[in-house]
C-alpha cells in the first residue's frame, strides 16, 4: 500500500516539478519524504534514513524539534506575518539584539531577509552603495576566490566560481568580477606567506575599482568543500583595512558552530564589515537569512545621498522566522554544541579515513561537523545515493565530491553509519 503511494508521489512528481539543479523530469527520481524527526527522515514507503546532509547544513538540532515547534506555534497565535515597511515587532529585535551579541565584535546593524542568496545580494548592494554615497562610484566590483558558492541570484552567481557557476552561460549578463586563485593551504597546513601573493597583487593593482573583497571564510562550500588557513582571512582582513575595501563574509554555510567555533571568522578572530548569515539561522525550519554590517557602513549609507538602502523584501523579518531563530539559537547556547561538534569531527576523522586508501579517492578531510571524501573522478550519483540509502543514510554528492555534515544532535552510532556507508559506497 505505502510503497504504491511512494511510487505515485515521484510519478506524479516527475509531471510537473523542478529539482534543484536538474532536468524536468529529474533523472534521478526523489526520495519521497512523509516526515522527519530527530536525525531521521521517514519516506513514504516506510524507510527511515539518517539524514547526513541536514538537509543542506541547515538542520543543527534534528526535525520536528518540540523546543522549536513550541516556538513557531506560539508565535502563530500572535501573528504569522506583518509587513516591516515603517512596522516593527519583538520578534525582529530580540533576535537582531541576540544576533549582534553573538557574532564578531563591531557589528552594529542587521537587515533580515529571505534566503542566503537574498542576503548575499544586499550585502553587495550595501558594499556599492557604501563607496556611492562616499562619492567614489567607480568602487563597485568584487574581488573573490575561485571555488566559491554565495548564491543562485545573478549577482551571487558573479562572484560563485566561474566554472561551477557556468559563467560561459550567462555571458553578458553576470557582472565581471575579479578573481583570485583559490588558497591551496589547507586548515591546518603550515602557513606560507606566498599564499596571498597573487589576492595581494590584484587589491594593489586593482583596489580603485573594487568595493569590497567577499568570500566564505575558512570553508568553501557548495564550490568545492575546501578548508582553507586562518592565517589566509586575516591576511584578507589586513588587505582590506590597508587598501580600504569592505570584507564582506558569506557564513550562510559555516555559521552556528558547524566548523567548530560560533563562526568561521572566529578561527582567525576577524571581525568583517559585512557579515551574511542563513541556512542554519532557523535551526532549519523556514526560509530566512541575515545580512549584518558594521556602524559605519550603515551610517555612511543612511547619512550621505540617496540615504537609503534599496532593498525591502515583502516577508522582510517574517515573524514566524525571527521566532524560530531565536529559539533555534537559544536550543545551541543551552546545548555543549562545541563538544558534540568536536565529537562528531573525531568520529567523521576516524570513521572516514580508511576511504583515503582507496583507489578512487583522491582527498579526505574533516573539520568541525563536516565530513568530504573527494574522489579522482564525479560520483555516480545515482549509484551511489542508492547504497547508501541501502545502509539507511541520506546523502546527496555532487561532482567529485560525496560529504556529509550531520545534525548536531546525531549520536556515535548514526555519524559510524553514516562514515561507513560513505566507505562502503566507494569500496
Ligand atoms: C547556500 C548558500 C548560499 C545561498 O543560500 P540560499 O538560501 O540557497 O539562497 C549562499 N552562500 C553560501 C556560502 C551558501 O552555502
Known amino acids: ?26 533523472p534521478i527520481s526523489p526520495y519521497a519524504v512523509k516526515s522527519a524527526s530527530g536525525t531521521r ?55 537582531a539584539e541576540k544576533l549582534l551579541a553573538i557574532t564578531p565584535p563591531g557589528l552594529a546593524k542587521v537587515f533580515f531577509c529571505d534566503s542566503g542568496s ?25 574581488l573573490t576566490i575561485r571555488q566559491g558558492y554565495h548564491g543562485d541570484t545573478f549577482a551571487t552567481m558573479s562572484v560563485c566560481d566561474p566554472v561551477n557557476g557556468m559563467h560561459h552561460l550567462f555571458s553578458d549578463l553576470v557582472m565581471p568580477q575579479v578573481f583570485a586563485e583559490a588558497p591551496q593551504i589547507p ?51 589586513d588587505l582590506c583595512d590597508e587598501y580600504d575595501l569592505l570584507l564582506i563574509a558569506d557564513e550562510i554555510a559555516t555559521g552556528f558552530g558547524r566548523t567548530g567555533e560560533l563562526f568561521a571568522c572566529n578561527h582567525a ?37 540617496p540615504g537609503i538602502l534599496m532593498h525591502g523584501p515583502t516577508f522582510m523579518a517574517n ?20 563538544e558534540s561538534v568536536a565529537e562528531i569531527e573525531g568520529l567523521l576523522k576516524a570513521g572516514l579515513e580508511p576511504c583515503r586508501e582507496l583507489s578512487g579517492v583522491k582527498d579526505v578531510r574533516v573539520l568541525g561537523a563536516i565530513g568530504v571524501v573527494e574522489t579522482k573522478t564525479p560520483v ?6 542508492e547504497l547508501v540509502v541501502a545502509r539507511g543514510v541520506w ?10 555534515m550531520p545534525p548536531f544532535v546525531a549520536g556515535a552510532g548514526e555519524v559510524k553509519q553514516i562514515t561507513s556507508a560513505i566507505c562502503s559506497a566507494f569500496s
Not at 72 to 94: K, N, Y
Open 187 to 237: 586548515f591546518d597546513g603550515v602557513w606560507d606567506e606566498c599564499e596571498i601573493d597573487e589576492i595581494k597583487e590584484l587589491v594593489e593593482t586593482r583596489h580603485q575599482e573594487l568595493a569590497a573583497i567577499i568570500l566564505e571564510p575558512i570553508v568553501q562550500g557548495a564550490g568545492g568543500m575546501r578548508f582553507y588557513h586562518p592565517q589566509y582571512l586575516s591576511r584578507v582582513r
Open 380 to 385: 555516480d550519483v545515482k549509484r551511489v545515493q
Open 41 to 95: 527522515l521517514t519516506l513514504h514507503d516506510g524507510r527511515q534514513l539518517i539524514d547526513g546532509m541536514s538537509s543542506w547544513w541547515a538542520v543543527i538540532h534534528g526535525y520536528n524539534h518540540p523546543v522549536l515547534n513550541a516556538a513557531m506555534s506560539a508565535q502563530l497565535e500572535e501573528m504569522a506575518h506583518v509587513m516591516f515597511g515603517g512596522l516593527t515587532h519583538e520578534p525582529a529585535i530580540l533576535l
Open 269 to 305: 578572530s576577524v571581525t568583517p564589515d559585512i557579515l551574511c548569515l542563513g541556512k542554519a539561522l532557523t535551526g532549519g525550519y523556514m526560509s530566512f537569512a541575515a545580512t549584518l554590517c558594521k556602524g559605519f557602513v550603515s551610517e555612511v549609507i543612511s547619512q550621505k545621498g
Open 118 to 142: 537574498v542576503a548575499v545580494e544586499v550585502a553587495i548592494k550595501m558594499a556599492v552603495q557604501y563607496w556611492f554615497s562616499l562619492g567614489k562610484p567607480a568602487k563597485k566590483r568584487l
Open 395 to 404: 546523502l546527496r554528492p555532487f561532482a567529485n565530491l560525496c560529504y556529509t
Open 319 to 338: 515573524p514566524m522566522a525571527c521566532a524560530v531563530s531565536l529559539a533555534s539559537i537559544g536550543l545551541l547556547e543551552n546545548s555543549p554544541w562545541r
Open 1 to 26: 500500500m505505502s510503497s504504491a503511494i511512494y511510487k505515485d508521489l515521484v510519478e506524479r512528481d516527475g509531471a510537473v516539478l523542478w529539482h534543484p539543479y536538474s532536468a524536468a523530469p529529474a
